[in-house]
């Protein structure tokens, strides 16, 4: 088998000779797009060969296979992670020097790929880091997005959403997988005939679409494994209509094409309309009838029609409840397609698909109105009508005469189909991602199914790829970790305990500290040149980085920096150390009052800047476009970490693990992953505020919360949100706070004022902001804390999340 060396001199002849090939350059006239993507292009070369070894690897041994279905997955940049992972790091960096090329110049030419949005894409990417790494047989299947979420402007202080064109010059990472295309159908009429005895549907009049693969490669650490991210981008079937084109009618000759492409536009289009709930059920069904249809080609191409092996070889993992869709459609691909019947095709089916549950927020919990899913998907409704029959008759065998508790399990009921109760009904595992959400599945939002089948449930907090967040994010902190405990956590990030007793040498904190100002100052730079906003690095650092949602209350940060913005305006001798208040948040586009706490927050930043006294004290600066790329910035420079959910409702956040890794302390409630990450570091190392989970829901059921009265107590309170509305803030619109203040005290529509307990868990936070900062002066003890939250990290690595699904869930051998 032919192999290049990809020794220093090997990939500077690769470089040189691909931007001759593909483009007739030299390396001193090429443009910096021209250079990355023949270094990309090498990288690529080299990742193939390992790729092309994976494959026959996994054919030859006809091991277990997982497909993970995600509707997104955020990948961030591929060329440093790739290098990383395949620890050649060095010999490209010295080849791109010796060549007169600036390796970080050249990492930023990358597009990063709009395929994900939150903490839910991060996540499957950080898995695709780790399965890969541990030789897990993996595809990572999702849609190959054209323009994601949207690229997020600053306007005035208010967002404006653009597209975001990574694609514009191609992706280096992906080839087209031609022989694997299929169709995907939509609409029609279901047609039952009878042949040999046996029913068989056909579906008839449908609207068909080519679905076509692009793969990328996931590279393992150190090893000879390469997985496969797929991503289906939507073709139309008609071929071009020339004839009508020649006529003139040059919409009419395009519309075929429009209609099926459209499918692939955009990451969670709007769907506060009939024609975005079903623009977003067909994406989800798109990319789960492709993936399946693919799985099953796959399957019979190793072992035929023995359909009987596939809970041995085949494991579906639906993240979230978007995939759900690909419990029906396995139904359909076996019985329609393979001719099997109903109760052998059931057995596969309840053996071949888990179900990772990511939140109890009853918003994001999905249902389709009926109506619309048999209009859209006539055939898989009609397979829905009879698993729901069959599991209601289950159902009211253990609880007889309890219609209306069947009636909230069931995956038909009340006009809608509930996605979260056909994937728990039918996946054979069911799991949280941290160890409180867990516990909040079984006692509360599933407790009727966990009742019914308990030895299904499962917790599995969540991870990171500490190669991605912490050896390519911060090599500054990555070097000064090698000197001390070597290199052994790159590997395996448990050996970063071994960092515990360097936490007492005076001498490496001074080191830890400076690696830290370093990152602070790399950090500055580049929104300096992003924006044009100037930070000081001698400001602390106090980051609330994640999608922007009341739940995750970034309004509780803000409200708290106006109480001090007037603190230091009243009191002549206010002194505190100064601090930088750094926002990275995207808000959904349809979501009004995430993007007016937006406005609110650019509004308070532009108040303190006018203020000559407050501004040498607070800088607030709202990160624009908040992406995987600018975080690799922010999270090694970070030194204080807001995890302000309401307890009870993140069900585990990964950004906090991000934070902590690089040695930034939690601010935080005990939520989600905060509570395992106060186990690890003890009480003394992390800051702890607010209301527990179990006062929240006890809260939730009396009903008799009213933050009025805290309103008219807590002089401070009075005065900032007086403030929303007497021109403080916006001089020339008075009122435009309005809808929060209203939502604050009085609720919407007779509904529950301040549900997220804003102004509840206000002196708490408020107190705990000031332990943090009198800590924050002791430089030794605040170091302390940090080198003792990085030592703890290792815990917190999707590698050890990754065994924990193999061991618990998937069981596959790895290769």
Same mark, same amino acid.
């Given at each position: 088998?032919?192999?290049?060396?990809?020794?220093?001199?090997?990939?500077?002849?690769?470089?040189?000779?691909?931007?001759?090939?593909?483009?007739?350059?030299?390396?001193?006239?090429?443009?910096?797009?021209?250079?990355?993507?023949?270094?990309?292009?090498?990288?690529?070369?080299?990742?193939?060969?390992?790729?092309?070894?994976?494959?026959?690897?996994?054919?030859?041994?006809?091991?277990?296979?997982?497909?993970?279905?995600?509707?997104?997955?955020?990948?961030?940049?591929?060329?440093?992670?790739?290098?990383?992972?395949?620890?050649?790091?060095?010999?490209?960096?010295?080849?791109?020097?010796?060549?007169?090329?600036?390796?970080?110049?050249?990492?930023?030419?990358?597009?990063?790929?709009?395929?994900?949005?939150?903490?839910?894409?991060?996540?499957?990417?950080?898995?695709?880091?780790?399965?890969?790494?541990?030789?897990?047989?993996?595809?990572?299947?999702?849609?190959?997005?054209?323009?994601?979420?949207?690229?997020?402007?600053?306007?005035?202080?208010?967002?404006?959403?653009?597209?975001?064109?990574?694609?514009?010059?191609?992706?280096?990472?992906?080839?087209?997988?031609?022989?694997?295309?299929?169709?995907?159908?939509?609409?029609?009429?279901?047609?039952?005939?009878?042949?040999?005895?046996?029913?068989?549907?056909?579906?008839?009049?449908?609207?068909?679409?080519?679905?076509?693969?692009?793969?990328?490669?996931?590279?393992?650490?150190?090893?000879?494994?390469?997985?496969?991210?797929?991503?289906?981008?939507?073709?139309?079937?008609?071929?071009?209509?020339?004839?009508?084109?020649?006529?003139?009618?040059?919409?009419?000759?395009?519309?075929?094409?429009?209609?099926?492409?459209?499918?692939?536009?955009?990451?969670?289009?709007?769907?506060?309309?009939?024609?975005?709930?079903?623009?977003?059920?067909?994406?989800?069904?798109?990319?789960?009838?492709?993936?399946?249809?693919?799985?099953?080609?796959?399957?019979?191409?190793?072992?035929?029609?023995?359909?009987?092996?596939?809970?041995?070889?085949?494991?579906?993992?639906?993240?979230?409840?978007?995939?759900?869709?690909?419990?029906?459609?396995?139904?359909?691909?076996? !019985?329609?397609? %393979? &001719? /099997?019947?109903? *109760?052998?095709?059931?057995?596969?089916?309840?053996?071949?698909? +888990?179900? @990772? =549950?990511?939140?109890?927020?009853?918003?994001?919990?999905?249902?389709?109105?009926?109506?619309?899913?048999?209009?859209?998907?006539?055939?898989?409704?009609?397979?829905?009508?009879?698993?729901?029959?069959?599991?209601?008759?289950?159902?009211?065998?253990?609880?007889?005469?309890?219609?209306?508790?069947?009636?909230?399990?069931?995956?038909?009921?009340?006009?809608?189909?509930?996605?979260?109760?056909?994937?728990?009904?039918?996946?054979?595992?069911?799991?949280?991602?941290?160890?409180?959400?867990?516990? !909040?599945?079984? %006692? &509360? /939002?599933?407790? *009727?199914?966990?009742?019914?089948?308990?030895?299904?449930?499962? +917790?599995? @907090? =969540?991870?990171?790829?500490?190669?991605?967040?912490?050896?390519?994010?911060?090599?500054?902190?990555?070097?000064?970790?090698?000197?001390?405990?070597?290199?052994?956590?790159?590997?395996?990030?448990?050996?970063?305990?071994?960092?515990?007793?360097?936490?007492?040498?005076?001498?490496?904190?001074?080191?830890?500290?400076?690696?830290?100002?370093?990152?602070?100052?790399?950090?500055?730079?580049?929104?300096?040149?992003?924006?044009?906003?100037?930070?000081?690095?001698?400001?602390?650092?106090?980051?609330?980085?994640?999608?922007?949602?009341?739940?995750?209350?970034?309004?509780?940060?803000?409200?708290?920096?106006?109480?001090?913005?007037?603190?230091?305006?009243?009191?002549?001798?206010?002194?505190?150390?100064?601090?930088?208040?750094?926002?990275?948040?995207?808000?959904?586009?349809?979501?009004?009052?995430?993007?007016?706490?937006?406005?609110?927050?650019?509004?308070?930043?532009?108040?303190?800047?006018?203020?000559?006294?407050?501004?040498?004290?607070?800088?607030?600066?709202?990160?624009?476009?908040?992406?995987?790329?600018?975080?690799?910035?922010?999270?090694?420079?970070?030194?204080?970490?807001?995890?302000?959910?309401?307890?009870?409702?993140?069900?585990?956040?990964?950004?906090?693990?991000?934070?902590?890794?690089?040695?930034?302390?939690?601010?935080?409630?005990?939520?989600?992953?905060?509570?395992?990450?106060?186990?690890?570091?003890?009480?003394?190392?992390?800051?702890?505020?607010?209301?527990?989970?179990?006062?929240?829901?006890?809260?939730?059921?009396?009903?008799?919360?009213?933050?009025?009265?805290?309103?008219?107590?807590?002089?401070?309170?009075?005065?900032?949100?007086?403030?929303?509305?007497?021109?403080?803030?916006?001089?020339?619109?008075?009122?435009?706070?309005?809808?929060?203040?209203?939502?604050?005290?009085?609720?919407?529509?007779?509904?529950?004022?301040?549900?997220?307990?804003?102004?509840?868990?206000?002196?708490?936070?408020?107190?705990?902001?000031?332990?943090?900062?009198?800590?924050?002066?002791?430089?030794?003890?605040?170091?302390?804390?940090?080198?003792?939250?990085?030592?703890?990290?290792?815990?917190?690595?999707?590698?050890?999340?990754?065994?924990?699904?193999?061991?618990?869930?998937?069981?596959?051998?790895?290769?």
């Amino acid at each position: 088998m032919p192999t290049t060396n990809f020794d220093v001199e090997g990939i500077q002849q690769s470089i040189m000779g691909k931007l001759q090939r593909y483009y007739g350059v030299t390396v001193k006239d090429a443009s910096m797009q021209q250079l990355y993507k023949a270094t990309a292009s090498t990288v690529r070369d080299q990742i193939m060969q390992k790729w092309m070894i994976s494959r026959e690897n996994r054919a030859s041994e006809q091991g277990k296979r997982l497909y993970y279905l995600s509707v997104e997955f955020l990948m961030g940049r591929s060329m440093n992670s790739n290098l990383i992972n395949l620890c050649c790091q060095q010999e490209y960096n010295q080849a791109l020097e010796g060549l007169g090329i600036n390796p970080l110049t050249l990492l930023s030419e990358e597009p990063e790929p709009a395929l994900g949005n939150g903490g839910l894409g991060r996540l499957a990417a950080c898995f695709l880091d780790s399965l890969a790494s541990l030789n897990i047989p993996t595809m990572g299947c999702t849609i190959r997005y054209e323009y994601g979420l949207f690229r997020q402007k600053i306007v005035d202080g208010q967002q404006v959403e653009l597209p975001d064109t990574w694609l514009q010059n191609g992706n280096v990472w992906e080839i087209v997988a031609t022989e694997d295309i299929c169709q995907v159908q939509f609409g029609g009429e279901v047609h039952e005939t009878e042949v040999d005895g046996r029913k068989v549907f056909a579906l008839d009049n449908t609207y068909v679409i080519d679905a076509v693969p692009y793969d990328m490669p996931a590279v393992g650490y150190d090893n000879d494994c390469v997985n496969t991210l797929r991503t289906w981008s939507a073709r139309s079937c008609e071929v071009f209509d020339l004839k009508t084109f020649g006529r003139g009618e040059y919409d009419k000759a395009m519309d075929e094409m429009k209609m099926a492409e459209v499918i692939n536009k955009v990451l969670y289009p709007e769907d506060s309309h009939w024609e975005g709930k079903m623009l977003r059920m067909k994406q989800h069904y798109f990319f789960t009838s492709a993936t399946l249809q693919y799985a099953l080609k796959d399957f019979k191409r190793q072992y035929g029609n023995n359909f009987d092996l596939m809970p041995d070889k085949v494991v579906f993992h639906v993240n979230d409840t978007h995939p759900g869709l690909a419990i029906p459609e396995l139904f359909r691909l076996l !019985i329609d397609q %393979e &001719g /099997l019947g109903w *109760d052998a095709a059931e057995h596969i089916v309840r053996n071949c698909i +888990a179900y @990772t =549950n990511h939140t109890v927020m009853q918003e994001a919990l999905e249902h389709w109105p009926q109506d619309m899913m048999k209009q859209t998907l006539p055939r898989i409704f009609m397979i829905l009508e009879e698993m729901n029959r069959r599991l209601c008759d289950q159902l009211f065998k253990i609880f007889p005469g309890q219609w209306e508790r069947i009636g909230h399990m069931a995956i038909l009921g009340y006009g809608q189909v509930h996605m979260a109760n056909l994937c728990v009904s039918y996946a054979f595992s069911v799991n949280g991602v941290s160890q409180l959400h867990g516990k !909040i599945l079984t %006692e &509360g /939002l599933f407790h *009727d199914y966990y009742l019914v089948n308990p030895d299904k449930f499962s +917790a599995i @907090t =969540n991870g990171i790829t500490h190669r991605r967040w912490l050896l390519s994010a911060n090599p500054g902190l990555r070097d000064l970790l090698t000197e001390a405990i070597g290199p052994g956590f790159y590997r395996d990030a448990q050996e970063l305990e071994k960092l515990l007793p360097f936490a007492q040498d005076a001498a490496f904190r001074q080191k830890f500290e400076q690696v830290k100002i370093q990152n602070k100052i790399r950090l500055s730079r580049l929104i300096e040149k992003r924006q044009g906003i100037t930070l000081d690095p001698g400001y602390i650092f106090d980051v609330q980085a994640k999608r922007l949602h009341e739940y995750k209350r970034q309004l509780l940060n803000a409200l708290h920096i106006q109480v001090l913005y007037n603190r230091i305006v009243e009191d002549a001798n206010y002194d505190a150390p100064p601090r930088a208040f750094l926002f990275g948040a995207k808000a959904a586009p349809g979501y009004y009052r995430a993007k007016m706490i937006i406005r609110y927050i650019n509004a308070l930043a532009s108040l303190i800047n006018l203020h000559p006294r407050a501004k040498k004290f607070l800088k607030v600066v709202y990160i624009e476009n908040y992406d995987v790329s600018t975080a690799e910035y922010l999270m090694p420079a970070a030194e204080i970490s807001q995890q302000l959910s309401t307890a009870g409702k993140e069900a585990s956040g990964t950004g906090n693990m991000k934070f902590m890794m690089n040695g930034a302390l939690t601010l935080g409630t005990m939520d989600g992953a905060n509570v395992e990450i106060y186990d690890q570091v003890g009480a003394d190392n992390i800051y702890i505020f607010g209301m527990r989970a179990e006062t929240v829901d006890s809260m939730y059921a009396e009903g008799t919360y009213n933050p009025m009265s805290i309103f008219e107590t807590t002089a401070e309170i009075r005065r900032a949100l007086s403030q929303w509305l007497d021109g403080t803030l916006f001089p020339d619109e008075p009122m435009a706070l309005q809808d929060l203040y209203h939502m604050l005290l009085i609720g919407d529509y007779g509904g529950m004022p301040d549900e997220y307990f804003v102004l509840k868990d206000f002196g708490s936070y408020s107190m705990a902001n000031r332990r943090m900062l009198t800590d924050y002066r002791d430089r030794d003890k605040w170091l302390k804390k940090s080198i003792i939250n990085v030592a703890k990290s290792g815990y917190f690595a999707s590698d050890r999340t990754i065994t924990e699904y193999n061991d618990k869930i998937w069981h596959i051998q790895p290769t």
